[in-house]
């Protein structure tokens, strides 16, 4: 698993998609490693425009099937505005949670906590 400690700053996002590049890039198909890449863009840059001043961890695994699981997590100690967001839809602000939701096969925050785990399968 790879395992990264983000600053929440808005660099922090960029900061993930170059690590994920360079380890990743030739385990994964260009079109998965593209998906990963918007969905780890999106959930870091979640964390640091709502989560508190704190690190930002990314842990992210390559799955025996060749898909991808991780998980953000911020140290926040609420998941409310990302479960509001996800409910709300294309009406309700930000568009960053839509976006994961059409890119993973299956995503969720852990009730209680700020850790979001998703889940890439390979295209069929």
Same mark, same amino acid.
Request: glycine share 10%.
């Given at each position: 698993?790879?395992?990264?400690?983000?600053?929440?700053?808005?660099? @922090? /996002?960029?900061?993930?998609? &170059?690590?994920?590049?360079?380890?990743?890039?030739?385990?994964?198909?260009?079109?998965?490693?593209?998906?990963?890449? +918007?969905?780890?863009?999106?959930?870091?840059?979640? *964390?640091?425009?709502? %989560?508190?001043? #704190?690190?930002? &961890?990314?842990? +992210?695994?390559?799955?025996?099937?060749?898909? +991808?699981?991780?998980?953000?997590? !911020? &140290?926040?100690? !609420? #998941?409310? =505005?990302?479960?509001? !967001?996800?409910?709300? /839809?294309?009406?309700?602000?930000?568009? /960053?949670?839509? =976006?994961?939701? *059409?890119?993973?096969?299956?995503? @969720? +925050?852990?009730? %209680?906590?700020?850790?979001?785990?998703?889940?890439?399968?390979?295209? @069929?």
């Amino acid at each position: 698993m790879l395992s990264l400690d983000l600053s929440p700053r808005p660099t @922090a /996002g960029q900061e993930a998609r &170059q690590f994920l590049d360079e380890r990743l890039r030739e385990q994964l198909s260009e079109d998965l490693l593209a998906d990963l890449m +918007v969905v780890v863009t999106e959930l870091v840059n979640n *964390s640091v425009q709502h %989560g508190p001043d #704190a690190p930002i &961890q990314l842990r +992210v695994a390559i799955t025996d099937d060749g898909g +991808v699981h991780g998980e953000v997590e !911020d &140290q926040g100690n !609420d #998941a409310d =505005i990302a479960i509001r !967001d996800r409910s709300r /839809g294309l009406g309700g602000g930000g568009l /960053g949670l839509l =976006i994961v939701d *059409s890119l993973t096969d299956r995503w @969720a +925050v852990s009730e %209680g906590s700020t850790v979001v785990r998703f889940e890439l399968s390979v295209a @069929a």
